[in-house]
């Protein structure tokens, strides 16, 4: 019978399931991913997790204790660094530890660290180690999955790319054509984004509004990388450099109706990423911004009333505001 | 050039030492309180850590005395203090104090062209005084280190508790008036004096305390509500596990000399956390094993609100308490200024600690284990 593995998913789930996926399947092993975010999912996060953590840590622990009895394995990768010289976020390097220190009768855990920070060639050598891990020992056919499975993450990537939503390329949802009368930039971590209970719908909520999103995993990295040359001092977190990045992107275009940042509340890439984001917003660029901080509550009634608040204003500026000033030259514009 | 630095608990009697040796007019800020905290706060992003915002609230202080640049240390790793500095320049700036200078020194392998031009800054022509004056400010904060360490030994032992509590308030005021290494190392000197002269009941064999946590709540007194003096006042004798002294050596010498710092931290964080992640999430836990493993009877482990790294050591260190024994009381310190509560919280931790030690065998931990919340007073 195929290994059983177990994956939680949260923190970078909707970044790197369809490698991951691949690779282990094409590996010989059962992929078990955990359902989608629910209130029990989160009141056992919140039990198990320690008080003072965000919430996606917490989330992800609740999904952690669902996967227990279903699964041989869970794969938690240590997910030190992504890029050169770049780390993700302190969270992310312990995220094995505080698992496995906190949730109890947990099946073993593979936690290969994956650590990009001086190159790129760790990586194969962490999917090597993981798959030794797992018992799987014929070289040959590590190596064929992993060409696979990088195959499949561009793929993915494409797909995203193209403006679909990765929860959606996930569940292979195609995209559908929406009436958009706005487009607006929504800035985040991929764990919030696309975890549609933690976030109380958000995306669906924009869309029925008539919003066509953008958000940073549409965005090229390049253009990203580019744009975060201007920050005064290198920025080695590589999830603040998407926020940044992302963020600069969609104030630039004039394409762009509004910025909507969505935050953890205690998220320390956030709590600096977003204060610079504020700062350029309102300093440089004339774009209506709001960040909504979200938390363990679930009650959407006053979530609903900012959303709504904030397509007033765009609708507003849309309609009512005349674009020529007494120099000759266009005040809201950027 | 009238060069200010934030305060850090104890940091300010080297790096005054140190800029006087150089010769660069220097101004200690004022001593960080509640108003610093609240003027910090109050142009510093919401959910920052706490550091960041006393910090602020530091320079403001100095400015307003007549500083005009200010030194700060930074980095590169994965915690947010590498990214203070761009951002409290530009936070200053939008305060209203423009043409203030604040300068990095970022460590040497992110451009050393960086780094020499941030020292000569600094140095202003003068940097060949550098190296030794460094290497004074070095000794002066072993011997600040040697100083606190006698406090904790006599505070629990003092009759008079109140006398030694002057003592080390006459010190910092004198610190201020003080120049250069050599008369810093004569007026620590002359302290220790005074402190051994204090009456001592040397019956008493208190319980033992380390404080571990994050570097800045646990070596600024401002922040975790003074609690070395709390402790030791309750009759505790406690032990600082981060010093400026163990930062310097760690963090500058070591590297610098091409060895490697808080060896024997990594080496006993391994099974728990077997890799950096960043802040000093594994030499806290390296430092509750080794504390332990000496045969402290509790730990206090500290640590801003949001704090990344410490977050990841505070979930860990539950394990540690099983696997060793070993009570641990985790305070999270913010921008709350209220004493009770946190007092409380002490008291409590302490009669706890006191109880469950058994009489007749101080050194005897294994047996606290199985003793239970009854098993008679303290003392």
Same mark, same amino acid.
């Given at each position: ?137 014929? %070289? ?34 195609? /995209?559908?054509?929406?009436? @958009?009368?706005?487009?607006? !930039?929504?800035? !985040? ?52 450099? @998407?926020?940044?990045? @992302? ?6 275009? /004039? ?10 509340? !205690? ?23 709001? #960040?909504? &901080? ?41 | ?78 915690? /947010? ?27 040497? /392998? ?45 505070? %629990? ?74 402790? !030791? ?10 010093? #400026? ?54 730990? #206090? ?22 696997d060793y024994g070993i009570p641990i009381l985790y305070l999270i310190v913010d921008e709350h200024t209220g004493e009770a509560g946190y007092q409380t919280r002490l ?8 109880? &469950?030690?058994?009489?007749?065998? %101080? ?14 007073? %303290?003392?």
């Amino acid at each position: 019978m195929a290994v059983k593995v177990g994956i939680p998913r949260g923190m970078y789930f909707y970044k790197y399931y369809p490698f991951i996926k691949t690779f282990l399947t094409e590996l010989g092993a059962e992929v078990v991913p955990s359902p989608e975010t629910t209130r029990e999912i989160l009141d056992k996060g919140v039990l198990y997790c320690i008080d003072d953590a965000c919430l996606p840590v917490k989330v992800f622990h609740g999904h952690a204790y669902t996967l227990r009895d279903k699964v041989d394995f869970i794969l938690i990768p240590r997910l030190t660094s992504i890029s050169k010289s770049e780390y993700i976020c302190p969270k992310f390097g312990g995220l094995p530890e505080m698992v496995k220190y906190s949730v109890p009768d947990l099946p073993p855990l593979v936690d290969t660290e994956i650590n990009l920070i001086k190159n790129q060639k760790g990586l194969a050598k962490a999917l090597y180690k993981m798959a030794f891990l797992l018992k799987f020992k014929n %070289p040959l056919l590590i190596g064929r999955s992993i060409n696979t499975a990088i195959r499949a993450h561009n793929n993915f990537m494409a797909a995203v790319h193209e403006g679909n939503t990765p929860d959606c390329v996930i569940a292979s949802v195609p /995209r559908r054509q929406y009436k @958009s009368k706005i487009r607006i !930039g929504l800035v !985040g971590h991929p764990y919030l984004l696309y975890d549609n209970f933690t976030n109380m719908d958000l995306i669906k909520k924009l869309r029925s509004r008539g919003a066509e999103i953008t958000t940073p995993d549409m965005i090229d990295p390049h253009i990203i990388n580019e744009l975060c040359m201007e920050l005064p001092k290198r920025m080695f977190w590589s999830s603040g450099k @998407s926020l940044i990045g @992302s963020a600069l992107f969609i104030m630039d275009r /004039r394409s762009f109706d509004g910025l909507l940042l969505l935050s953890a509340f !205690g998220c320390g890439v956030d709590s600096l990423a977003g204060e610079y984001i504020e700062k350029q917003a309102r300093m440089y660029y004339k774009k209506p911004y709001m #960040v909504l &901080n979200i938390d363990e509550h679930t009650g959407d009634a006053s979530f609903n009333t900012r959303i709504e608040a904030f397509f007033d204003l765009l609708n507003r500026r849309n309609s009512d505001a005349a674009n020529l000033s007494a120099h000759g030259r266009s005040i809201y514009s950027s | 050039m009238q060069l200010t630095y934030p305060h850090m608990g104890e940091a300010y009697i080297a790096v005054k030492s140190l800029l006087d040796d150089v010769g660069v007019k220097s101004i200690i800020p004022a001593f960080t309180t509640s108003s610093t905290l609240k003027l910090g706060s109050s142009i510093s992003p919401e959910t920052i850590c706490l550091p960041y915002k006393i910090m602020l609230g530091n320079y403001i202080n100095s400015i307003k005395a007549g500083a005009d640049s200010i030194l700060i240390t930074g980095s590169c790793g994965p915690c /947010r203090f590498g990214y203070y500095g761009p951002l409290q320049r530009q936070a200053l700036r939008d305060a209203g104090y423009k043409d203030i200078d604040i300068i990095i020194l970022d460590p040497p /392998r992110e451009g050393y062209k960086k780094f020499y031009e941030a020292l000569k800054k600094v140095a202003g022509g003068q940097h060949s005084k550098i190296l030794p004056a460094f290497m004074n400010a070095y000794k002066v904060c072993c011997e600040v280190d040697s100083l606190n360490e006698l406090v904790y030994f006599i505070r %629990p032992r003092a009759v008079n508790k109140a006398k030694i509590r002057t003592i080390v308030n006459e010190f910092k005021k004198n610190v201020i008036n003080t120049k250069g290494s050599v008369q810093m190392l004569e007026l620590i000197n002359e302290t220790k004096n005074l402190i051994r002269k204090i009456d001592i009941d040397n019956s008493l064999n208190p319980i033992r305390i380390g404080i571990i946590g994050e570097i800045y709540t646990v070596i600024e007194p401002f922040t975790n509500l003074n609690a070395e003096e709390r402790l !030791g006042e309750l009759g505790a004798e406690v032990h600082r596990s981060l010093t #400026v002294r163990d930062w310097v050596r760690n963090t500058v010498i070591l590297p610098a000399t091409g060895r490697k710092g808080f060896k024997l931290e990594k080496k006993l964080s391994r099974p728990y956390l077997p890799t950096l992640i960043g802040g000093h999430s594994q030499e806290c836990i390296g430092h509750a094993v080794h504390y332990a493993n000496l045969g402290y009877d509790g730990l #206090v482990q500290i640590y801003p609100m949001t704090c990344m790294p410490e977050i990841v050591s505070r979930s860990i260190l539950p394990q540690v308490e099983k696997d060793y024994g070993i009570p641990i009381l985790y305070l999270i310190v913010d921008e709350h200024t209220g004493e009770a509560g946190y007092q409380t919280r002490l008291e409590a931790f302490v009669d706890y600690i006191e109880n &469950n030690k058994p009489a007749s065998c %101080p050194q005897a931990r294994n047996g606290r284990k199985h003793a239970t919340f009854n098993t008679g007073l %303290p003392h």
